[in-house]
């Protein structure tokens, strides 16, 4: 069964940084692309960043783009993403989320995910 | 791509049927061959959940009450039977046309 699970989330103040962290077990890491996704309080689902399996190709919405970066160690089925120069609407609950269109034994469950907030 | 959905608000009888419409400003059929229309479920303090993936493909343990149909920019998402345990709000997505992925606005289940 794969099991996700984030963390690094907390309060900052604008223009501070936050790095989070999510382990992925149950899944063979370095064989999937990975998403980090976010929830807004009280809003919808916004896809944030994707990294490929071997790291060398990623992707981020605009909104996030030159402030966030994805990067994942696949030796510790660690997905990362370091946020920098945090506005107030990067206030969310983020989730990290493998890119699995494999079928078989993922119950597509998401983790419990981990809330940043941006407040001065 | 946008993806839009209706209704926004689903009031349903226990024991009826559901449907969602999830409708795409783009065709979502990807030079591979593949469809990636998903389906998401997220229940009152709870994380979100895949449902369905590749318009009607079921996640591992997702009863068979729910089944995803559609093609081209088209799609939904149908509940039958419906449980106590299914309110929530549905998101469709789409994985073909990328970055960004996107998501549907959302549709919240009700009890009526």
């Known amino acids: 069964q794969v099991h996700v699970v984030e963390s690094g989330g907390g309060v900052v103040q604008p223009g501070g940084s936050l790095r989070l962290s999510c382990v992925v077990t149950?899944?063979?890491?370095?064989?999937?692309?990975m998403h980090w996704f976010r929830q807004a309080p009280g809003k919808g689902l916004e896809w944030v960043a994707f990294i490929e399996y071997h790291g060398n190709t990623y992707y981020y919405i605009d909104s996030v783009k030159g402030r966030f970066t994805v990067s994942r160690d696949n030796s510790e089925s660690t997905l990362f993403l370091q946020m920098d120069s945090l506005r107030a609407e990067d206030t969310a609950t983020y989730y990290c989320?493998?890119?699995?269109?494999?079928?078989?034994?993922?119950?597509?469950?998401w983790g419990q995910g981990t809330p940043v907030t941006v407040f001065s | 791509v946008v993806l839009t959905q209706s209704p926004l608000s689903l009031p349903v009888t226990l024991g009826q049927s559901a449907s969602i419409s999830c409708r795409s400003s783009?065709?979502?059929?990807?030079?591979?061959?593949?469809?990636?229309l998903s389906w998401f479920q997220q229940r009152p303090g709870h994380s979100p959940r895949r449902l369905i993936y590749?318009?009607?493909k079921r996640d591992s343990g997702v009863p068979d009450r729910f089944s995803g149909s559609g093609s081209g920019s088209d799609f939904t998402l149908k509940i039958s039977r419906v449980e106590a345990e299914d309110v929530g709000v549905y998101y469709c997505?789409?994985?073909?046309?990328?970055?960004?992925?996107?998501f549907g606005q959302g549709t919240k289940m009700e009890i009526q």
């Open positions: 783009q065709g979502l059929v990807h030079s591979d061959g593949n469809t990636y």
């Open positions: 997505m789409q994985g073909t046309h990328l970055p960004p992925w996107t």
């Open positions: 149950g899944l063979y890491f370095n064989t999937y692309g």
């Open positions: 590749k318009v009607s």
């Open positions: 989320v493998p890119n699995h269109y494999d079928g078989g034994y993922y119950d597509g469950y």
